[in-house]
């Protein structure tokens, strides 16, 4: 089948799965897994490279989130996330690479670790997906929020050191914690420095009198892609700059005052971005079970 039309059919399916779940009272990742299963079954079939995959899904999604989270209530509970989005997926990748390691004794603890880290940030966007806003506090719809900009990156980078840890058969502590810092602040610092070039570029182009808002909103949906290249080819957290790109726009308001407009169509362009995209992951993840259980 042609790409363009797997494309177009996976398209359609997330539109339509929306109305249909919401009809049907299921969550909406589980009926999208479901859809997606189903149309594996029936030949709809796609194969894609892992690194495509992150590069493609995770920088816009996570910069999505960074952008539109109020960041009054991130503030508040900016310890509890860090908490949570570091300190948890920490002591679970420690916990589940012991558990793993007792199931199996044959297997070597760094790849236990690795096994563990891979499993340890809790998705939020599944979680998200199948609470109801209104039967749920507030505060903690934020908390998973401001945990799913950073728990991938604290999964990714402990999956990284146990992975260097399984080839090398060497381990340090104090190496993999400092290499933990550098490599994340080194993330969040390019995402804000290209943010905040975006921004001084932006507001020069518009004393000059270009206002033009589609040409500004689609600048601003290459700066995650070109923040997580620029950290990925550094060898820092790809996730984390487009996460301080997100953040950085957010806190500076680069649309002024006076392009209100611009700056409610940037928000709806994200939030169909945001929903596609989360469509587009259930699904895929849907087509790849039948193969995995082969």
Same mark, same amino acid.
């Given at each position: 089948?042609?790409?363009?039309?797997?494309?177009?059919?996976?398209?359609?399916?997330?539109?339509?799965?929306?109305?249909?779940?919401?009809?049907?009272?299921?969550?909406?990742?589980?009926?999208?897994?479901?859809?997606?299963? @189903?149309?594996?079954?029936?030949?709809?079939?796609?194969?894609?490279? /892992?690194?495509?995959?992150?590069?493609? =899904?995770?920088?816009?999604?996570?910069?999505?989130?960074?952008?539109?989270?109020?960041?009054?209530?991130?503030?508040?509970?900016?310890?509890?996330?860090?908490?949570?989005?570091?300190?948890?997926?920490?002591?679970?990748?420690?916990?589940?690479?012991?558990?793993?390691?007792?199931? !199996? /004794?044959?297997?070597?603890?760094?790849?236990? =670790?690795?096994?563990?880290?891979?499993?340890? /940030?809790?998705?939020?966007?599944?979680?998200?997906?199948?609470?109801?806003?209104?039967?749920?506090? *507030? *505060?903690?719809?934020? %908390?998973?929020?401001?945990?799913?900009?950073?728990?991938?990156?604290?999964?990714?980078?402990? =999956?990284? !050191?146990?992975?260097? @840890?399984?080839?090398?058969?060497?381990?340090?502590?104090?190496?993999?914690?400092?290499?933990?810092?550098?490599?994340?602040?080194?993330?969040?610092?390019?995402?804000?420095?290209?943010?905040?070039?975006?921004? =001084?570029?932006?507001?020069?182009?518009? *004393?000059?009198? !270009?206002?033009?808002?589609?040409?500004? %909103?689609?600048?601003?949906?290459?700066?995650?892609?070109?923040?997580?290249?620029?950290?990925?080819?550094?060898?820092?957290?790809?996730?984390?700059?487009?996460?301080?790109?997100?953040?950085?726009?957010?806190?500076?308001?680069?649309?002024?005052?006076?392009?209100?407009?611009?700056?409610?169509?940037?928000?709806?362009?994200?939030?169909?971005?945001?929903?596609?995209?989360?469509?587009?992951? !259930?699904?895929?993840?849907?087509?790849?079970?039948?193969?995995?259980?082969?």
């Amino acid at each position: 089948m042609h790409v363009t039309i797997v494309v177009l059919a996976l398209l359609l399916i997330t539109a339509i799965s929306g109305p249909v779940a919401k009809i049907l009272s299921i969550p909406l990742p589980l009926l999208l897994i479901a859809c997606g299963i @189903a149309s594996s079954f029936l030949g709809l079939n796609i194969a894609f490279d /892992p690194e495509t995959f992150l590069l493609l =899904f995770i920088p816009p999604l996570l910069f999505s989130e960074a952008y539109l989270i109020p960041l009054r209530d991130f503030r508040q509970l900016r310890w509890t996330i860090l908490l949570l989005a570091v300190g948890l997926v920490v002591f679970s990748t420690l916990a589940g690479g012991y558990f793993v390691h007792c199931l !199996f /004794p044959t297997l070597p603890f760094a790849a236990a =670790f690795a096994l563990a880290a891979i499993l340890s /940030p809790t998705d939020a966007v599944a979680v998200t997906s199948m609470v109801y806003e209104e039967h749920v506090p *507030r *505060r903690f719809l934020h %908390i998973l929020q401001g945990e799913a900009l950073l728990n991938d990156a604290s999964g990714l980078v402990c =999956f990284k !050191f146990a992975v260097a @840890a399984t080839l090398t058969g060497t381990f340090s502590v104090t190496q993999a914690s400092w290499g933990f810092v550098v490599v994340a602040l080194s993330g969040v610092f390019i995402g804000i420095l290209l943010a905040i070039l975006f921004n =001084f570029a932006n507001r020069i182009v518009s *004393r000059h009198g !270009f206002n033009e808002p589609t040409t500004q %909103i689609t600048l601003m949906t290459l700066l995650p892609f070109a923040a997580y290249l620029l950290a990925e080819h550094l060898h820092v957290s790809g996730i984390l700059a487009s996460v301080g790109a997100g953040l950085s726009l957010n806190q500076s308001r680069v649309f002024g005052s006076a392009q209100t407009a611009t700056r409610l169509r940037g928000s709806a362009v994200w939030e169909m971005i945001t929903f596609l995209f989360n469509g587009l992951v !259930f699904l895929l993840l849907g087509l790849q079970l039948p193969d995995i259980a082969r």
